[in-house]
């Protein structure tokens, strides 16, 4: 079975500082993906950054990077130069490999999340 | 504008009645989700359709029954809930199983049964 833990349930960061969410992982497939989605109080899940089990360099999209430590099983996203927009829940996640490939789950699996609250 | 559409936007039912979620995306995905969001859990996945097929039904209860007639359509039908099935209802597609493929989602339909 897979799992996300996310630790923080609550984060108060001030405008323009760099913030991480943590986020570790357990699963016992070779090969997965690990996500991070934003949730905005009007619902919709947003897709920041993806990271690839077997990416040897740390995935980053312009302001979110995400530190990877396969070892420690950590997929930590990191926020530079915060901003009141970024104020939203933040969720991670996880995709083993598919039933018809061995794995053990064919969907999402997603931790409980950190609400992020940017303060000016 | 996302990829994926939900309607309704809000829903609000009695314990007997019926009736349906809709999900549509235009992305050419080939497989598509029903998730459930409720206040301090996870999202808990409910079904997966991949290539129209059901992939996957995490031991959800009768009273949510899902449809999915073709790969940019996909439906939950819903009788005699129960007040706990109040939550944000979030409908996903993706690429195809693997884990390679993140999901676009919807922006949600939000039930409350009273």
């Known amino acids: 079975a897979q799992k996300i833990t996310q630790t923080q349930p609550g984060m108060f960061v001030q405008e323009k500082e760099a913030v991480t969410l943590d986020c570790t992982y357990d699963t016992s497939d070779q090969s997965y993906g690990l996500f991070w989605y934003k949730q905005p109080s009007s619902g919709e899940m947003i897709f920041l950054i993806y990271?690839?089990?077997?990416?040897?360099q740390n995935a980053t999209e312009g302001r979110y990077s995400l530190n990877f430590q396969k070892a420690r099983k950590s997929a930590n996203l990191v926020i530079s130069a915060s901003q009141l927009g970024d104020s939203a829940m933040y969720f991670c996640a996880m995709r083993g490999e598919p039933f018809l490939a061995g794995g053990g789950a064919d969907g999402l699996t997603f931790g409980k999340g950190t609400h992020l609250i940017i303060q000016p | 504008e996302t990829g994926v559409t939900q309607t309704p936007r809000h829903l609000v039912m009695g314990m007997t009645n019926k009736k349906s979620l809709k999900c549509e995306q235009h992305l050419g995905h080939n497989a598509m989700y029903w998730y459930k969001q409720s206040a301090k859990k996870p999202l808990e996945l409910m079904f997966v359709?991949?290539?129209?097929?059901?992939?996957e039904n995490n031991s959800v209860p009768s009273r949510f029954s899902p449809e999915c007639p073709n790969s940019s359509h996909l439906f939950l039908h819903l009788h005699t809930l129960q007040p706990e099935d109040s939550a944000l209802y979030l409908c996903?597609?993706?690429?195809?199983?693997?884990?390679?493929?993140?999901?676009?989602f919807g922006s949600g339909t939000r039930l409350t049964v009273v």
């Open positions: 359709y991949s290539l129209e097929e059901r992939v």
């Open positions: 996903a597609s993706s690429q195809g199983p693997g884990q390679y493929y993140g999901y676009t």
């Open positions: 990271q690839g089990s077997y990416d040897e």
